[in-house]
């Protein structure tokens, strides 16, 4: 089981950091990622991690203002948010896998959780 949390609403400029808690397995330095998903548009890759040094993957929307870290003894995984703008507005996912992944297609990632809303005001 994946929950999030840390979603609200801020201003433009503002940051955020969410949290994923897994329970249930411990996906260690297997593929964890977040996603968001905005009205009308599909679900979009925003950020990933896995194997042992931590390796980052990041959509070039949010490089360089999105950080995602992982504690592996707390089996969370953390997305912080910084120079949020108004397009960042989306229900936020965090996904995981019990494997190392090539690419963070949606499929390839079978755990799943609810979402956690992020509002961007201009």
């Given at each position: 089981?994946?929950?999030?949390?840390?979603?609200?609403?801020?201003?433009?400029?503002g940051?955020?950091?969410?949290?994923?808690?897994?329970?249930?397995r411990?996906?260690?330095?297997?593929?964890?990622?977040?996603?968001?998903?905005a009205?009308?548009?599909?679900?979009?890759?925003?950020?990933?991690?896995?194997?042992?040094?931590?390796?980052?993957?990041?959509?070039?929307?949010?490089?360089?203002?999105?950080?995602?870290?992982?504690?592996?003894?707390?089996?969370?995984?953390?997305?912080?948010?910084?120079?949020?703008?108004?397009?960042?507005?989306?229900?936020?996912?965090?996904?995981?896998?019990?494997?190392?992944?090539?690419?963070?297609?949606?499929?390839?990632?079978?755990?799943?959780?609810?979402?956690?809303?992020?509002?961007?005001?201009?």
């Open positions: 089981q994946l929950v999030e949390s840390g979603g609200g609403l801020v201003q433009a400029g940051s955020l950091r969410l949290s994923c808690a897994a329970s249930g411990t996906f260690s330095s297997y593929a964890m990622g977040w996603f968001r998903q009205p009308g548009k599909e679900r979009e890759f925003v950020a990933g991690i896995q194997g042992i040094g931590q390796n980052t993957r990041y959509a070039n929307s949010v490089k360089g203002r999105f950080t995602i870290s992982r504690d592996s003894a707390k089996n969370t995984v953390y997305l912080q948010m910084n120079s949020l703008k108004p397009e960042d507005t989306a229900v936020y996912y965090c996904a995981a896998s019990l494997a190392t992944i090539s690419d963070y297609d949606p499929k390839r990632l079978a755990y799943w959780g609810q979402g956690t809303q992020v509002t961007v005001s201009s």
